[in-house]
């Protein structure tokens, strides 16, 4: 049964930064495509960030490249989102998700590409 467990969310300043994490069981990322996507009020969820553990590749939106950083740790089968620099514009609900390579799609494309998701964790940026 494959299952993805978010946690790390909370409250920060602007500048600051907070670090998500994403346990997987029920499978083993290696032949699996992990995203983290994010949906703020009112808004579409987007994706934000999308690792691949086939190829090694890691993937970014234009809004946080340089400011976010994806990896995965393999013995403990979970992927984090490493968020520095925070800006009022990353508050939003974070998710992660999971699809097969064999369905990866191009980029981390969008967010009805993938079929396993984590519940969601709250990320606050204030002031």
């Known amino acids: 049964d494959v299952q993805l467990q978010a946690s790390g969310g909370g409250l920060a300043q602007a500048g600051g930064s907070l670090r998500l994490s994403c346990a997987a069981s029920?499978?083993?990322?290696?032949?699996?495509?992990i995203a983290w996507f994010r949906q703020a009020p009112g808004k579409e969820r987007e994706g934000v960030s999308c690792i691949s553990r086939s190829d090694g590749s890691a993937t970014y939106a234009d809004s946080v490249k340089g400011r976010f950083t994806i990896s995965s740790d393999n013995a403990k089968n979970t992927v984090y989102l490493q968020m520095n620099n925070l800006k009022l514009e990353d508050t939003a609900v974070f998710y992660c998700?999971?699809?097969?390579?064999?369905?990866?799609?191009?980029?981390?494309?969008?967010?009805?590409?993938?079929?396993?998701w984590g519940q969601g964790t709250q990320v606050t940026v204030s002031s």
């Open positions: 029920g499978f083993t990322f290696d032949d699996w495509l």
């Open positions: 998700a999971a699809v097969p390579e064999s369905m990866r799609p191009s980029g981390c494309g969008r967010w009805h590409d993938y079929g396993y």
